[in-house]
T-cell receptor, first 114, second 109 residues
Framework: IAGITQAPTSQILAAGRRMTLRCTQD?????MYWYRQDLGLGLRLIHY???????GKGEVPDGYSVSRANTDDFPLTLASAVPSQTSVYFC?????????????FGEGSRLTVL | GQNIDQPTEMTATEGAIVQINCTYQ??????LFWYQQHAGEAPTFLSY??LDGLEEKGRFSSFLSRSKGYSYLLLKELQMKDSASYLC??????????WGAGTKLIIKP
């Protein structure tokens, strides 16, 4: 079934540890995004990539890094996790048509940093 | 700053109609989106408005007034499966999506 796959679905992590959240899509979408969702707040963009080989910073990029080596994969790395990074992380993609902007989301990765 | 406002929670009865409002203040406007998100699941696209007026799609309709910075999502013939959060998002002049915190809709029998 075509879509976006995220891994892991859930993780508990000690503060200071490095963590990579994986995201893979098979829809050949150009644009990909990482959001975090926290209770009472709207989705906040961490990083994005408009096409393979390029990345950009979103609203809350500090403490996170991404790479886009190919069209399908867009991993998000926390170099040294802190408790404030406890959140649900969603990866999303779109076909790059800025005029419609419809996003397709993965099922999310729930991360707890202790 | 940029701001999207929508009610935190609403309750409605199965079979009834409910209107979820969204007001926005953004730097530029390139469209307004509604997404549905069931608890513990990913958001899924419902509708897109870029011109003023009403867009109807089955039991769901979305309205936009750009001059008022206002939209609503209208859900008719409510079903229990409509219990979810409804997210309003606006695309600004940089084609970045600004998201509201979402409205949790509770449907009662």
């Amino acid at each position: 079934i075509a879509g976006i796959t995220q891994a892991p679905t859930s993780q508990i992590l000690a503060a200071g540890r490095r963590m990579t959240l994986r995201c893979t899509q098979d829809m050949r979408h150009n644009a990909m995004y990482w959001y975090r969702q926290d209770l009472g707040l709207g989705l906040r963009l961490i990083h994005y990539s408009n096409t393979a080989g390029t990345t950009g910073k979103g609203e809350v990029p500090d403490g996170y890094s991404v790479s886009r080596a190919n069209t399908d994969d867009f991993p998000l790395t926390l170099a040294s996790a802190v408790p404030s990074q406890t959140s649900v992380y969603f990866c999303a993609s779109s076909d790059g048509d800025a005029n419609t902007g419809e996003l397709f989301f993965g099922e999310g990765s729930r991360l707890t940093v202790l | 700053g940029q701001n999207i406002d929508q009610p935190t929670e609403m309750t409605a009865t199965e079979g009834a109609i409910v209107q979820i409002n969204c007001t926005y203040q953004t730097s530029g406007f390139n469209g307004l989106f509604w997404y549905q998100q069931h608890a513990g699941e990913a958001p899924t696209f419902l509708s897109y408005n870029v011109l003023d007026g009403l867009e109807e799609k089955g039991r769901f309709s979305s309205f936009l007034s750009r001059s008022k910075g206002y939209s609503y999502l209208l859900l008719k013939e409510l079903q229990m499966k409509d219990s979810a959060s409804y997210l309003c998002a606006v695309m600004d002049s940089n084609y970045q999506l600004i998201w509201g915190a979402g409205t949790k809709l509770i449907i009662k029998p």
